[in-house]
């Protein structure tokens, strides 16, 4: 059974920096590919981040050089490193493998 679940969301000020993680079980975690999307109130959910299993990376434009995307294959675990935080930022976070399973979200809130 397939099963991500995404830590690390909370409040923090505009400037500031947060890293979520996304603890995956249930597959062959290594051989996938795995992402980041985030949802805000009102919107579409859209990409943030993706990571091959090889480790190449794709970013949206909105948060190229503020945030990283990173796995670690032996925690089966990948992260989203936020930095620079703006209040646009704000919305409900989710990890999915591939686009087939997806995490229960977690919320980010930038004050500004």
């Known amino acids: 059974q397939v099963q991500l679940v995404e830590s690390g969301g909370g409040l923090v000020q505009a400037g500031g920096s947060l890293r979520l993680s996304c603890a995956a079980s249930g597959f062959m975690f290594s051989i996938n590919f795995m992402g980041w999307y985030r949802q805000a109130p009102g919107k579409q959910r859209e990409l943030v981040a993706a990571?091959?299993?090889?480790?190449?990376?794709n970013y949206a434009d909105s948060v190229k050089g503020r945030f990283t995307i990173s796995r670690d294959n032996v925690k089966k675990t990948v992260y989203l490193q936020m930095n620079s935080l703006k209040a646009e930022d704000t919305a409900v976070y989710y990890c999915t493998r591939a686009g087939e399973y997806w995490g229960q979200g977690t919320q980010v809130t930038v004050s500004s």
């Open positions: 990571i091959t299993a090889g480790g190449s990376t």
